[in-house]
């Protein structure tokens, strides 16, 4: 499959602790428990929490930065060599079936340009804490959302979140903010201009 043949959305953040890749297991798993097929990039090179969440569910569409990174002995490596690399990596396509969807869980940080067209980027998700941080202006901001209410186990409770779907307890991320999440995502996408944004 190439990434090209499913919108694509990034979830994005200013800053690591947000709640970002837990919130993007959850919403993933919220669309599929609606009969969206979902797949996920874990494109968080140095911190691959989303990997860690889906680890227990191997049959789940997954390509982790990280992982491929390492395994392609490119760890250490920035700059035009690896944007080369992952440009060719992501042409050859995935042994994935048809998509409806890709989430793709970016580093903290602005989205920036190189990674929005390496990956072909249709629109973002920005969790926000507090005023908004402008986003590079690369892709539309399909919607910005509050962060997770921040917890002593968020981690694990990320970890945890595939196997409890969908009855994770109230100290975890609250399932009703993810399911008008995933009602939300899902009526903007239904709509022919949804590229334009909000």
Do not use: N
Request: aromatic share 6%; charged share 25%; with cysteine.
């Amino acid at each position: 499959m190439q990434l090209s043949d499913a919108p694509l959305i990034a979830l994005a953040s200013a800053r690591a602790g947000l709640g970002k890749s837990t919130l993007a297991c959850a919403l993933g798993l919220s669309l599929r428990a609606r009969g969206v097929s979902v797949g996920w990039i874990d494109a968080d090179p140095d911190c691959p929490d989303l990997s860690e969440m889906l680890r227990p569910h191997p049959e789940l569409p997954l390509f982790s930065l990280a992982h491929w990174s390492r395994d392609s002995e490119l760890e250490r490596v920035r700059g035009e060599l690896w944007q080369r690399r992952l440009a060719e990596r992501i042409e050859a396509g995935f042994d994935w079936p048809p998509l409806d969807l890709v989430l793709i869980d970016l580093a903290p940080g602005a989205l920036d340009r190189i990674e929005a067209e390496l990956f072909g980027i249709d629109a973002c998700i920005e969790l926000m804490h507090g005023t908004p941080v402008p986003l590079a202006g690369t892709v539309p901001l399909l919607l910005s959302v509050p962060r997770l209410p921040a917890h002593p186990l968020w981690r694990e409770a990320g970890r945890e979140l595939a196997s409890l779907y969908p009855g994770w307890s109230p100290e975890k991320p609250p399932r009703e903010a993810v399911e008008r999440l995933a009602e939300e995502v899902l009526e903007r996408l239904e709509s022919p201009d949804w590229r334009s944004g909000p």
